[in-house]
């Protein structure tokens, strides 16, 4: 069992107050993310459900328990850090068992769950290694290997995969998201990459100035985004915004549109531009188009399409698709 | 790696230094060699000529030699379990963060700013003297008799005085590897279910290792001469009670002006002090292997 229900959590350093007042409920076996621009506070939150920071005020909940004030090993709670923090002097089968040894198991009983964590991992040959014999991705298998063997209520991911290169990154997206699907435990996961929030969430909470913008599956986000902040921040490349008298045709502030979103042509449409920068990656191009008087959009088009530097190409957004703000930029 | 011209360059630029460093090291050390195997006494002047190894033999066939070399070795140990505890201990507090945390660093590494014969004389004077000093005071108000610390202790009165200096030292190194272990290391521990207790143990403590390893060859090689404090406090006594080898040699050579025996308690000072670098070398030195 692992919910986790945060009742008007406020943090503050000092003076400066990084989380106002937030109000969430996880449910067990859920894997949430919380996605945001960096200094968004959502280690900040981590850490507080961790119970590495203490709450300025409000009550943090683990299965209807209030746990504000008790010690982070009491919790139940499994945490793999950005930097791995594994203990460099013990060898991988010692780091895997640390946790256990402290929980003072029986010695055969800790030597049966890290093998067990390490066969799951694909750790089993690297066990009498010490973690500088290993590489970024083994590494971080170890770290997860000594967060599984625990067995605990809930995983807190810390921005686990920054430190990994591209193709690393993807491979243990998907570990982690199958993981999470045998294990079916609750998996609290922080990164400021959207792309890793949208492929592995269940639910997505994004987080801007300690405020929660929006919580709600991915292509929620994705479909209905709250407000400008959110509809900018979900979905690669960024939703284009207009503001001023285009927009207001639409009766809105500003109206976004995803470059996804256009039908280009080069005769007639909408708006007019001139294509400066193609990125070409073959299953598509994004043209960096400079309109007349409403700025630099994106545009996602497939990837056969040849446009130049300087082509003159017109923009048309897909009307059943145009995303209308408010002042204040909330969706209308 | 360097090309052959910059090695070639290199090693001619070096010369120099190296040339005056190794006459610098192997004049007195040749001098010394030749002096033990001398008949050169000041008191007899008439009495010259080579002497074989009966300098050799009079030094260390004397029995203040055994206990000079036990002292040199309790005075070692004594200082080095001094320091590395407390040392550990102080780091850790340090390591807390409060307020006047910089002066309380500066205070605390004071001691090993005060040059050896003045510590000495200040711990001699002003605490440990039975008369007038403040130990003898404190024992006074509780209504005890005050201790004459030099005559009833004296080599424990040595170590206490060189460890009160060497501990900011030691301090200071070990502080300086405790700060270097990562904060998530101690939160991840701590998430493990590690109480403060087996933090230190499994986490802080190899952390420390090498550091530990640091300071005590440093401390040794400091130690096995250890001199200033005995000469300013008990002067070797009584008897032969708190004489290490550094202060038998000085005994030997310059108080009973023979400097032959005293030369050739040099060398047995030298070869001792490299048995001991060996014998440290081979129990702490792999620590020092990254």
């Known amino acids: 069992m692992g919910s986790i229900t945060l009742e008007h959590v406020n943090k503050s350093f000092g003076e400066v107050q990084v989380i106002p007042d937030i109000s969430l409920d996880i449910k067990d076996g859920e894997f949430v993310v919380f996605v945001g621009p960096s200094g968004c506070g ?64 029986p010695p055969e009983v800790i030597a049966q769950k890290v093998d067990y964590a390490a066969r799951t991992l694909n750790l089993a040959s690297y066990l009498d290694r010490r973690p500088r014999a290993l590489s970024g991705g083994q590494r971080q298998r170890v770290a997860i290997g000594r967060a599984i063997v625990r067995e605990p209520k809930a995983f807190l991911f810390d921005e686990p995969l920054s430190n990994l290169d591209a193709a690393l990154r993807v491979n243990m997206r998907l570990e982690i998201t199958e993981l999470h699907q045998q294990l079916k435990t609750t998996m609290i996961y922080v990164t400021h990459d959207q792309v890793e929030a949208m492929t592995m969430a269940d639910r997505i909470v994004v987080l801007n100035a300690g405020n929660v913008e929006q919580f709600g599956s991915p292509l929620d986000l994705y479909k209905k985004p709250a407000n400008r902040f959110v509809a900018g921040f979900i979905g690669s490349p960024k939703m284009n915004f207009v503001d001023g008298p285009e927009a207001a045709k639409h009766n809105a502030h500003s109206i976004g549109v995803r470059p996804e979103h256009f039908k280009l042509s080069t005769t007639e449409g909408a708006w007019k531009g001139t294509v400066g920068v193609a990125e070409q990656l073959g299953s598509d191009t994004f043209l960096h188009v400079q309109t007349d008087g409403l700025g630099l959009m994106t545009i996602r088009t497939d990837g056969d399409q040849t446009f130049k530097h300087g082509d003159v190409v017109y923009l048309t957004p ?12 909330k969706a209308i | 790696m360097a090309t052959k011209q910059t090695r070639a360059l290199a090693r001619t630029m070096m010369a120099p230094a190296v040339i005056v460093l190794f006459i610098w090291m192997i004049v007195p050390l040749v001098m010394t060699l030749w002096f033990s195997f001398q008949n050169y006494s ?19 066939g004397d029995p203040s030699f055994t206990q000079a070399l036990v002292n040199t070795l309790i005075l070692v140990g004594g200082v080095l379990i001094i320091t590395i505890v407390g040392g550990t201990f102080l780091a850790l507090l340090l390591d807390q963060p409060i307020w006047g945390q910089g002066i309380l660093r500066i205070l605390v590494i004071s001691p090993f700013f005060v040059m050896p014969p003045v510590a000495a004389l200040i711990w001699k004077n002003g605490f440990m003297h039975p008369g007038y000093g403040m130990l003898g005071h404190l024992w006074k108000f509780f209504g005890l008799q005050p201790v004459d610390w030099f005559n009833q202790y004296p080599l424990f009165s040595v170590i206490v005085i060189v460890a009160w200096q ?3 030292f030691a301090t200071l190194i070990l502080l300086t590897a405790l700060q270097s272990l990562s904060e998530e290391q101690r939160e991840a521990a701590e998430m493990d279910g590690a109480n403060a207790a087996n933090r230190f143990r499994y986490i802080i403590l190899p952390h420390m290792a090498r550091a530990i390893t640091i300071v005590v060859l440093i401390q040794t090689i400091f130690l096995l001469g250890i001199f200033a404090e005995i000469r300013v406090t008990t002067g070797g006594g009584p008897g032969y009670a708190s004489t290490n080898i550094a202060f038998l040699v000085f005994r030997t050579g310059i108080l009973s002006n023979d400097i032959g025996a005293g030369s050739a308690g040099g060398v047995v000072a030298v070869i001792i002090a490299n048995i001991v670098a060996i014998f440290l070398m081979r129990a702490v030195g792999k620590n020092l292997d990254a």
């Open chain 1, 42 to 105: 959502k280690s900040t939150l981590l850490r507080l459900i961790a119970g590495l920071e203490d709450t300025t005020s409000g009550i943090i909940k683990l299965d209807g328990q209030d746990v504000t004030d008790a010690a982070p090993a009491k919790r139940g709670l499994a945490m793999v850090f950005q930097s791995y923090a594994l203990y460099p002097h013990m060898s991988v089968r010692d780091n895997i068992a640390f946790p256990l040894k402290m929980a003072k198991l």
């Open chain 1, 318 to 329: 897909d009307a059943t698709r145009i995303y209308k703000f408010d002042a204040a930029g």
């Open chain 2, 42 to 60: 000041l008191i007899n002047p008439m009495m010259t000529g080579f002497a074989g190894w009966a300098n050799y033999v009079y030094v260390i």
């Open chain 2, 166 to 168: 060497w501990l900011p």
